[in-house]
């Protein structure tokens, strides 16, 4: 199956998981009770989708202890994640938990850096995130311009890395470059050059200057 198709299949089993657990949760009292079936769902899902699409014969090859650490904080980062938000939300409401939630990047960088724990925020910015169709990386030279995007999430880590590889590449290094046979799919719907994007750009620009 193509990078598009296990995308697009992401996407609406994501989807499908998200609007079946709000229903299956709204009835529960219990926020531990929602954590607990939520975690054994994602268990169930995952580990079948993994058997039946994984080469499960070279596992038993590997060392376990990765494995039993990584599934470890996955689980304690989803159960304290999803009680806390539980009981978040049958206290004061999803309304007003999301506005909290926007406040933990202020926390933790306070706990990771003390230093800066009296320094003034002035701006903080949150939205969507920028995909590509078959959620890679996009990075190449096009017309002179040399490009690296698409990250999809993942910037953090994979932009870091991909500075030092584009600098290589921009030195004659081709092979530096692991995403270089990687083309851009646009999605279907407007054709021909973006001439919307002017628009939009004038747009974002006035909210700028009024907001």
């Known amino acids: 199956m193509s990078g598009a198709a296990w995308?697009?299949?992401?996407?609406?089993?994501?989807?499908?998981?998200?609007?079946?657990?709000?229903?299956?949760?709204?009835?529960?009292?219990?926020?531990?009770?929602?954590?607990?079936?939520?975690?054994?769902?994602?268990?169930?899902?995952?580990g079948g989708v993994v058997s039946v699409t994984?080469?499960?014969?070279?596992?038993?090859?590997?060392?376990?202890?990765?494995?039993?650490?990584?599934?470890?904080?996955?689980?304690?980062?989803?159960?304290?994640?999803?009680?806390?938000?539980?009981?978040?939300?049958?206290r004061i409401g999803a309304a007003r938990t999301s506005p909290l939630l926007a406040t933990g990047p202020f926390f933790g960088l306070a706990r990771t850096f003390p230093q800066l724990s009296e320094a003034r925020i002035d701006y903080c910015w949150g939205g969507l995130v920028d995909m590509t169709l078959d959620r890679m990386v996009k990075a190449g030279q096009h017309d002179g311009v040399y490009y690296s995007m698409g990250y999809a999430g993942h910037g953090v880590q994979m932009a870091t890395y991909m500075g030092r590889q584009m600098a290589e590449y921009m030195s004659g290094v081709p092979e530096a470059n692991i995403w270089r046979d990687f083309t851009f799919r646009r999605?279907?719907?407007?054709?021909?050059?973006?001439?919307?994007?002017?628009?939009?750009?004038?747009?974002?620009?006035?909210?700028?200057r009024v907001s």
Do not use: C
């Not at 009292?29 to 939520?38: D, E, M």
């Not at 090859?61 to 978040?88: Q, Y």
């Open 7 to 46: 995308a697009a299949a992401s996407g609406v089993g994501f989807g499908l998981f998200q609007a079946l657990n709000a229903r299956a949760m709204s009835n529960l009292t219990s926020a531990y009770t929602a954590t607990f079936l939520q975690l054994v769902a994602a268990t169930a899902v995952l």
């Open 54 to 90: 994984g080469d499960l014969g070279a596992v038993t090859e590997l060392d376990p202890r990765p494995f039993l650490m990584f599934a470890l904080s996955g689980l304690v980062r989803f159960a304290l994640g999803w009680t806390t938000l539980s009981l978040s939300h049958s």
């Open 187 to 208: 999605i279907p719907g407007p054709f021909g050059p973006p001439w919307f994007l002017p628009v939009a750009g004038a747009y974002y620009k006035f909210k700028d």
